[in-house]
């Protein structure tokens, strides 16, 4: 079966790439794009920023598709596996990017840790997680509701829940200075309440933005 007849929970294939990162990332960057899938962000970085973009995940049939997007290396690896061995050059990119990854891991953490020696030197890592203090999740708590969905905050597949302040803290639990922190809403609606989100960026923000670099 084709992998664009195989969306299930937590699959990004053929959504717009996340500006909030592509906008951190400089031209001609060596990229290490962390839990790529099919690699619809870095084919966006390959071909208007003329990025190298590396791929890493946990499914070989979605590493080919990214590959077909331009991927230069990809790496079959399960992050959630207790003995996944990074077997990649050390200090080799500017930029490691973890979109809407690490709230899928058992151990962001120690994930984070061991990403760092992939780092050259002045290297930063871009991050981004939803807010699951988010007004409406909050709403619904009140009223008694959890109820997991397909994607969003709520994802089904999602192992861990970060609020702005304990995503901030995990990052630098792993020993990374934090550069920038930034509240984001990407999608339909929730564009127009970006004046909210600044001020109430806790309530307001659907996900959020970390940029750090090693301590």
């Known amino acids: 079966m084709e992998i664009k007849n ?3 929970s937590g699959d990004y294939s053929f959504s717009f790439p ?10 001609n ?3 290490l794009d962390v839990g790529c899938w099919t690699g619809n962000l870095g084919k966006f970085l390959i071909e208007n920023k003329n990025c190298v973009v590396d791929g890493m995940d946990f499914k070989s049939e979605v590493l080919e598709v990214a590959r ?3 991927y230069n290396e990809t790496f079959l690896i399960n992050l ?3 003995f996944f061995d990074l077997k990649i050059n050390k200090n080799k990119y500017q930029v490691i990017i973890l979109a809407d990854v690490l709230e899928h891991l058992i151990n962001p953490q120690g994930v984070l840790s061991y990403l760092k020696q992939l780092l050259a030197p002045g290297g930063q890592i871009i991050i981004s997680l ?3 203090a988010f007004i409406l999740n909050r709403i619904f708590l009140l009223l008694g509701k959890w109820n997991y969905k397909e994607f969003g905050t709520l994802d089904k597949t999602h192992l861990r829940f970060f609020t702005i302040k304990s995503g901030v803290e995990m990052v630098k ?5 934090i550069i920038k922190i930034e509240p984001y809403n990407q999608f339909g609606i929730l564009r127009f309440i970006k004046p909210l989100t600044w001020v109430f960026p806790s309530l307001f923000a659907y996900q959020f933005l970390i940029v750090a670099k090693p301590g």
């Open 68 to 70: 077909g997007n331009g």
């Open 6 to 8: 195989q969306i299930k």
């Open 18 to 27: 996340n500006q909030y990162i592509v906008k951190e990332i400089l031209p």
């Open 173 to 177: 639990s792993a020993e990374f200075d």
């Open 130 to 132: 939803p807010n699951v």
């Open 80 to 82: 959630n596996s207790e």
């Open 29 to 31: 960057t060596k990229c």
